[in-house]
């Protein structure tokens, strides 16, 4: 294994309209029962690339491919009006890291296992699971989101190694003690949901959603612009190793919310008292990027341009940040090449380099002209992107990184 740093900022604010890109989407017609809504249109995630897309709970009417033909009739829904962004969520859960949590949540169920597996394609997969098992589907969202915000998480050894209590009993102390610690904090919380699951053998994953104060939302429905009152969620997750003893957190608030959500946690599922020490990520020392991204191994990989496409450097008295960025003009030169040509001074003063973006390149694929890039971001205080990728890939990665110094093994 290979030490990995996690960012110690505190989980982005959120609401219960969670936010995920989506991407590859294509479709240039509007499906029936889109075209009397141009606002639905020109939103819909279904007609746009690359967009970030809110996603909210309720129904919808027909369920699409990403080519915009529907795929089948949902029972019980109104229209296909009614909801269009719930399909966003099943598309987004279809693509690998959201694959990975649908097999997890379903690991203790032979039936619902066999059923993934027959499915023929991970859209199917996602749409299946939505129809036959929405809780574990609903479960699945919840890993699927702190994987993908586990940069931002918090990281503490909590001192003691024992097998969470998932008894109805302490789940409901749980409850009963963070909504009171929201009630006193924000004047919310008088609703609380909360389950834990297994995610691996010694891995516990705890989803605590809490209810927050009404808000005004503004609308379609059909041809209708209509105002709803409804409670927003508040999400917080705590990841936790019985082996080891540490855990991570996700929890909207800064430190106070962390440490509340660990300390209860720890009084009704573990049945201790704690005092959760704070894991702070290392300070990786990026220097080595100075010289470019000189790593052969990655060119025996199949990569075939190392380019460093971005720095962000700090004066010595700290009193002058610059980032500077390769254009494509440059035709894939190192930005530490263009510095010593244009502005050897930062390089040459050894002004601190806090963050990078590296871009590593496959060659095009036969009969396409664009090459396929791989962009990873790591900064000084420990933040990497390397959870984005898949396994083998995020491994192949880390070695980069170990062979330049920036991270060790261990």
């Not at 500077?324 to 003009?329: E, F, N």
């Not at 440059?330 to 003063?349: F, I, N, Q, Y």
Request: charged share 25%.
């Amino acid at each position: 294994m290979y030490r990995m740093p996690f960012n110690r900022a505190a989980q982005p604010e959120e609401s219960d309209i969670g936010v995920f890109p989506l991407s590859g989407i294509k479709g240039k017609q509007a499906p029936a029962g889109l075209s009397g809504n141009p606002s639905l249109i020109d939103k819909s995630p279904l007609y746009r690339k690359d967009t970030r897309v809110p996603i909210r709970g309720g129904r919808c009417g027909n369920i699409f491919s990403s080519a915009g033909r529907p795929l089948r009739k949902v029972r019980g829904c109104k229209s296909t009006d009614d909801r269009i962004e719930p399909i966003t969520y099943r598309s987004h859960q279809a693509i690998a890291p959201g694959d990975k949590a649908m097999f997890e949540v379903a690991a203790g169920d032979a039936a619902v296992l066999a059923g993934l597996a027959t499915c023929k394609s991970d859209t199917h997969r996602s749409f299946w699971l939505y129809a036959k098992h929405p809780v574990l589907f609903d479960r699945a969202g919840d890993v699927d989101h702190f994987e993908r915000q586990s940069s931002h998480a918090q990281q503490h050894d909590l001192g003691v190694r024992r097998t969470p209590d998932s008894s109805e009993s302490a789940l409901a102390a749980l409850r009963a003690d963070v909504s009171a610690f929201y009630q006193r904090e924000m004047q919310c919380g008088d609703r609380c949901k909360a389950y834990i699951v297994e995610r691996s053998p010694g891995v516990f994953l705890l989803s605590v959603h809490i209810k927050d104060l009404s808000m005004v939302r503004l609308e379609f429905e059909g041809d209708e612009l209509k105002r709803r009152v409804g409670n927003p969620n508040i999400h917080s997750v705590i990841e936790y190793s019985s082996v080891t003893g540490v855990s991570r957190s996700l929890a909207r608030g800064g430190a106070k919310y962390h440490q509340a959500l660990l300390k209860t946690f720890a009084r009704h599922l573990l049945g201790v008292d704690i005092d959760a020490q704070r894991l702070m990520p290392p300070t990786l020392d990026l220097s080595a990027l100075r010289l470019g991204f000189d790593v052969p191994q990655a060119q025996v990989d199949g990569f075939n341009v190392l380019q460093i496409k971005a720095l962000t450097l700090l004066s010595p008295d700290t009193q002058l940040k610059l980032d500077c960025t390769a254009m494509a003009s440059s035709e894939h030169r190192c930005v530490t090449g263009l510095l010593a040509e244009k502005l050897p001074g930062p390089l040459a003063e050894r002004w601190l380099i806090t963050a990078a973006q590296i871009n590593l390149y496959y060659p095009p694929a036969q009969g396409k002209v664009r090459p396929k890039v791989v962009t990873v971001e790591v900064t000084r205080k420990g933040r990497l992107n390397l959870h984005k990728f898949d396994p083998v890939l995020q491994a192949q990665l880390e070695r980069y990184l170990v062979s330049l110094g920036i991270l060790e093994t261990g």
